[in-house]
C-alpha cells in the first residue's frame, strides 16, 4: 500500500510540475518572440519561476521517498 | 534512506555525513576566495580574480533588483556569502558519495534538512532584525504586520512561517530528490556487471548533469528570494 500511495504522489506531482512549467516556458517563448533585445532578462526570469513552481512538486517527491525507503 | 554516524554533542545529535561535507563546503569556498584575491590587479587580472569579479557582478544584479537602499554594500556581501556557499555546497555532493560498511559518510550538506532549514532560519531572523535596526520597533511592526489593513495580522505572521518553510524545504527537497536518483541509478548500474554499466554510465552522466543545472537554479533562487523578504522588511511604502 506504501509503494501505491507513493506512485499516486509522484505522479500527481509530476503532472502539477509539468503544467506549470509548460505555461511559463511557453509564455517566455512568447515573449521572446515579441521582444528580443529582452532575451537575457526573459531567460533568468523563467527559471526563477520554473524554480518557485517546482518546489512544491518536490516535496511531494520527497513525501514518497519516505513512503518507500522506510 | 543511510544510516549515518551520530556523534551527540551536549545533548545534541550530529551526523557525521553532513558536518564532514559542511567543513568541506567552508573550507572549498574559503581556498576559492582566498586564491583568486591573491594577487589582484585592475589592468591584468588573472583568470581565478575575473571569475569572482563576474560573480560579484552577478549578485550585484541580483541584490540590485531587489533592494534600493543607500547601504546596499552590506546585502550584496551577505549575497556573495549565500551564494558562494549554497552553490558548492550544493555541488560537493556530485562527485561521490561515500558509504562505508552501510553507513553513509558523505553526502551534500544541503540535502540535509536540518542544514536547509538552519540557513532559511538565519535569513528570516536576520530581515526581522534588519527591519527593527533600520526602522525602529514601532514602524517595524507597523510596516510588516499591518499592512495593507491591520486585520491582516494573522495572514502576514502564518506569511513570515510559510516563507521559512518554503524556502528551506524548497533547497532541501531538490537536493535529496537528486541524491536519492544518483544512489538509485548506480545501483542500476552496479547490478549486473558489464551489461548495466553500458546504460548505467551514460544515464549516471546525464543526470549528473541536470543535478548540476538544478542546483545552481536553486541557489539563485535562494539568494534572490532572500533579497525579496529583506526588502519586504526593510522598506516601507510611503
Known amino acids: 500500500m506504501d509503494a501505491l500511495a507513493a506512485a499516486i504522489a509522484v505522479s500527481i506531482a509530476a503532472l502539477g510540475a509539468s503544467i506549470g512549467n509548460g505555461m511559463v516556458i511557453s509564455k517566455t517563448i512568447e515573449s521572446i518572440a515579441r521582444q528580443p533585445e529582452l532575451e537575457g532578462k526573459l531567460r533568468m526570469t523563467m527559471f526563477l519561476g520554473v524554480g518557485l513552481i ?8 520527497v513525501i514518497a521517498f519516505i513512503l518507500v525507503f522506510r | 534512506m543511510e544510516e549515518t ?11 557525521v555525513n553532513t558536518l564532514l561535507s559542511l567543513v568541506a563546503t567552508v573550507l572549498l569556498v ?6 583568486s584575491t591573491k594577487s589582484m590587479s585592475v589592468d591584468k587580472p588573472g583568470k581565478a580574480q575575473l571569475m569572482l569579479e563576474w560573480v560579484y557582478d552577478f549578485v550585484r544584479g541580483l541584490v540590485g533588483g531587489a533592494i534600493t537602499d543607500s547601504k546596499v554594500q552590506m546585502y550584496n556581501l551577505l549575497g556573495m556569502t549565500l551564494l558562494l556557499f549554497v552553490f558548492i555546497a550544493n555541488m560537493v555532493g556530485l562527485g561521490f558519495i561515500l558509504t562505508i560498511k552501510d553507513y553513509s559518510i558523505w553526502k551534500s550538506p544541503t540535502g540535509d534538512p536540518i542544514v536547509c532549514l538552519a540557513l532559511a532560519l538565519i535569513m528570516i531572523i536576520l530581515s526581522h532584525y534588519l527591519g527593527v535596526d533600520k526602522l525602529g520597533f514601532k514602524q517595524y511592526i507597523k510596516s510588516s504586520y499591518m499592512q495593507p489593513v491591520s486585520f491582516m495580522l494573522p495572514i502576514n505572521i502564518i506569511e513570515e512561517f510559510t516563507n521559512t518553510l518554503t524556502l528551506a524545504l524548497r533547497l532541501y527537497g531538490n537536493i535529496f530528490a537528486g541524491e536519492v536518483l544518483l544512489g538509485l541509478i548506480a545501483s542500476l548500474g552496479g547490478s549486473f556487471f558489464p551489461v548495466t554499466w553500458v546504460i548505467g554510465i551514460p544515464l549516471q552522466m546525464v543526470w549528473q548533469g541536470f543535478s548540476l543545472f538544478i542546483g545552481s537554479i536553486q541557489a539563485y533562487i535562494f539568494v534572490t528570494l532572500t ?9 516601507t511604502e510611503h
Open chain 2, 30 to 35: 574559503w581556498v576559492f576566495c582566498m586564491v
Open chain 2, 5 to 15: 554516524l551520530v556523534i551527540n554533542v551536549l545533548g545534541l545529535s550530529i551526523g
Open chain 2, 227 to 235: 533579497m525579496v523578504y529583506m526588502s519586504h522588511k526593510v522598506e
Open chain 1, 54 to 61: 517546482e518546489a512544491v512538486p518536490i516535496m511531494a517527491v
